[in-house]
């Protein structure tokens, strides 16, 4: 069974940083290129990046967003998927899903972890 | 960045309703290959998107078959026939074709 479960949400002041975790197991971890999308209150969906595979290198993409903000990384060995999020805002408040991602369709999803930015 | 637009915004409908959710995108999702990564999702409270509908109309494991795909290049519809209480909620669409990634603005299936 393909599980994804994130942590480290929280919150957080203006300017902070904030480190989330995504723990996954029941497939091949290297496998997979994987996501992260957010959830504002009240707003869309919105996709922030991606982590390619072993096949592809590890090499990361971005939204403009969060491009030079957040950062997203992979251990490999314990099957975890991170975002790093950097100089934190309060449009950055969301509830953060991560993904299982192929080619660019989401079967799979944690369950969310909510941030909060805010004094 | 591809502006998926999607519409109508809110459906209000009766159960055992039929209704059709439409998004266009800004250029066409067919890659140089052919394939065309659009796949719709629903969104309930306190859940997990999950996932519907890939490559226009291959329904996901599990999926009813009251859920329909269709469309091609900047043209796509969900058809949902005979509406069920579990089917409320957050209809959103996604291009995976072009980067960034973009979802529709989301559809809001709900009670009339």
């Known amino acids: 069974e393909v599980k994804l479960v994130e942590s480290g949400g929280g919150l957080v002041q203006p300017g902070g940083s904030l480190r989330l975790s995504c723990a996954t197991s029941?497939?091949?971890?290297?496998?997979?290129?994987m996501s992260w999308v957010r959830q504002p209150p009240g707003k869309a969906l919105e996709w922030l990046g991606f982590?390619?595979?072993?096949?592809?290198?590890?090499?990361?993409e971005y939204s403009a967003s969060v491009k030079g903000r957040f950062t997203i990384s992979r251990d490999n060995s314990q099957s975890i998927l991170y975002l790093q999020m950097n100089t934190l805002r309060a449009e950055d408040s969301a509830t953060y899903y991560c993904?299982?991602?192929?080619?660019?369709?989401?079967?799979?999803w944690g369950q969310g972890t909510l941030v909060t930015v805010s004094a | 960045d591809v502006v998926v637009t999607q519409t109508p915004l809110s459906l209000p409908v009766s159960f055992g309703d039929q209704v059709s959710i439409s998004c266009r995108s800004s250029q066409s999702l067919a890659n140089s290959y052919g394939n065309t990564y659009l796949s719709w999702y629903l969104h309930k409270p306190g859940q997990s998107p999950q996932l519907l509908i890939y490559g226009i109309s291959n329904r996901f494991s599990g999926v009813p078959d009251r859920f329909s795909g269709s469309g091609s290049g900047t043209d796509f519809t969900l058809k949902i026939s005979t509406i069920k209480p579990e089917d409320l909620g957050m209809y959103y669409c996604l291009q995976g074709t072009h980067q960034p990634f973009t979802f529709g603005s989301g559809t809001k299936l709900e009670i009339k």
């Open positions: 982590i390619r595979n072993k096949a592809n290198g590890y090499t990361t």
């Open positions: 993904a299982r991602d192929y080619y660019g369709l989401f079967a799979y």
């Open positions: 029941g497939f091949t971890f290297t496998d997979y290129y």
